[in-house]
């Protein structure tokens, strides 16, 4: 290399030494960060929000997680259960999901997983588990077990 090259790879150097961080993406928010929300979060057409508590721990047994925490009075109840990928090794599916009243006649319920520490972005595993969250809802409202 010339010299002038090497001198161009330090002012390069010595500038990004200088510049601020991007900021972290967990901070960042914007457009993505609330499509993922709305990808978490599903209201309900009850306003038994201790229904909801007891289906949401219902619904994270069937789907194979162990509850691991539940927390009546913050509305939050956490699970986690252990998969293995595709000649991988066994990894940690974590799910933490807390349920508030919207109001009298609503209630609301937003999950959010972390697949081997990574958060979970993909819209169709919150829907499975609103899925199966409003099948065993309207199982217990109708009396069906």
């Known amino acids: 290399m010339t010299r002038r090259a090497l001198a161009a790879l330090a002012a390069l ?10 900021p972290a993406p967990a ?4 457009e993505s960060m609330l499509k993922l929300r709305s990808a978490q979060t599903r209201a309900f057409e009850t306003g038994d929000r201790t229904r909801v508590m007891r289906g949401v721990v219902a619904t994270l047994q069937d789907l194979g997680f162990m509850v691991t925490g539940a927390d009546a009075a913050l509305g939050a109840v956490s699970g986690r259960k252990f998969t293995t990928g595709r000649n991988g090794p066994i990894q940690e599916l974590r799910l933490t999901v807390t ?8 209630t609301l319920v937003r999950a959010n997983a972390e697949f081997a520490n990574q958060p ?3 819209p169709a595993a919150y829907q499975n588990f609103f899925n199966a969250l409003g099948r065993t809802l ?3 409202a109708n009396q069906a077990d």
Do not use: I, Q
């Open 120 to 122: 979970v972005e993909d």
């Open 99 to 106: 349920v508030r009243a919207r109001d009298e006649h609503r």
């Open 13 to 22: 150097g010595v500038l990004g030494a200088c510049s601020s961080p991007a």
């Open 138 to 140: 309207f199982l217990t």
């Open 27 to 30: 901070l960042s928010g914007g």
